[in-house]
C-alpha cells in the first residue's frame, strides 16, 4: 500500500506561480512512476506531468508545457509540481498519482488538492 498527502493549493492570480508537494509512504519501494493529474469542474480528470522515479525522465501535457516543471526528492519520497505562468484555465484539483510495479501495476490516489487562478 502507498499514502500519498498532497499540499501547496491555494488561490493565485493569472500569472502567478504555485508549488505542489506530494509525499509519498507505505510502500514506496515499488513506486517507478508518480504524477499529477487535474480535474475541472465537468471535465474529466487528465494527466498534466509525469516522472519515471528511477531514471527521472519526465512527460508533460501540451497545455503546460514550458511552464510547469516536475521534480522529485527521493530522500524525502517527495514529488513536486512547480506551476509558472498560471492561467485560468489552470483553475482545477489536482491529485498526485503513484503507480507500482509488482504482480500487478497498481496506482494510487491523494487526496487532492484545489489550485485556483483568477483572471
Known amino acids: 500500500q502507498v499514502q500519498l498527502v498532497e499540499s501547496g493549493g491555494g488561490l493565485v492570480q493569472a500569472g502567478g506561480s504555485l508549488r505542489l508537494s506530494c509525499a509519498a509512504s507505505?510502500?514506496?519501494?515499488?513506486?517507478?512512476?508518480m504524477g499529477w493529474y487535474r480535474q475541472a469542474p465537468g471535465k474529466q480528470r487528465e494527466l498534466v506531468a509525469r516522472?519515471?522515479?528511477?531514471?527521472?525522465?519526465?512527460n508533460f501535457a501540451d497545455s503546460v508545457k514550458g511552464r510547469f516543471t516536475i521534480s522529485r526528492d527521493n530522500a524525502k519520497n517527495t514529488v513536486y509540481l512547480q506551476m509558472n505562468s498560471l492561467k485560468p484555465e489552470d483553475t482545477a484539483v489536482y491529485y498526485c498519482?503513484?503507480?507500482?510495479?509488482?504482480?500487478?501495476?497498481?496506482?494510487?490516489w491523494g487526496q487532492g488538492t484545489q489550485v485556483t487562478v483568477s483572471s
Open positions: 507505505g510502500s514506496i519501494f515499488s513506486i517507478n512512476l
Open positions: 516522472i519515471f522515479t528511477g531514471i527521472g525522465s519526465t
Open positions: 498519482n503513484a503507480q507500482t510495479t509488482g504482480v500487478a501495476t497498481k496506482n494510487y
